[in-house]
C-alpha cells in the first residue's frame, strides 16, 4: 500500500498558475498509473490528468494545453503544474495511485483549489 499528501492548493485569480504536489510513501514499485483528480461541490470525481510507468500522459480535454502531470525519477513525488486558470476549474484536487495486479486504488485526502474571476 501507498501514502498519499497532497499540498499546494490555495485561491488564485482567473488566468493564473498554481502547482499541486503529492508526497508519496510506502509501496512504490508497485504503482501502475497515478492521477489526479478533482471534485467540484454537486458534481462527480473526474479524472484530470495520468501518467503512467513509461511517462504517458493523458489529459481531459478541460485542462490540455494548461495542466501538465509530472513527477520525479523515483516515483515520490508527483506534480500537476496548472496554468491559465479558470473559474471551473475549482475543486478539490486528489492524488490517485493505483497498484499491484488487483488494481488498487489510494487516495490522499485532497486540496482545495478555488479560482476567482
Known amino acids: 500500500q501507498v501514502q498519499l499528501v497532497e499540498s499546494g492548493g490555495g485561491l488564485v485569480r482567473a488566468g493564473g498558475s498554481l502547482r499541486l504536489s503529492c508526497t508519496v510513501s510506502?509501496?512504490?514499485?508497485?504503482?501502475?498509473?497515478m492521477r489526479w483528480f478533482r471534485q467540484a461541490p454537486g458534481k462527480q470525481r473526474e479524472s484530470v490528468a495520468t501518467i503512467t510507468n513509461g511517462g504517458t500522459t493523458v489529459y481531459a480535454d478541460s485542462v490540455k494545453g494548461r495542466f501538465t502531470i509530472s513527477r520525479n525519477s523515483v516515483k515520490n513525488k508527483l506534480y500537476l503544474e496548472m496554468n491559465n486558470l479558470k473559474p471551473e476549474d475549482t475543486a478539490v484536487y486528489y492524488c490517485n495511485a493505483r497498484l499491484g495486479t488487483l488494481l488498487t486504488n489510494y487516495w490522499g485526502q485532497g486540496t482545495q483549489v478555488t479560482v476567482s474571476s
Open positions: 510506502g509501496s512504490l514499485d508497485d504503482i501502475n498509473v
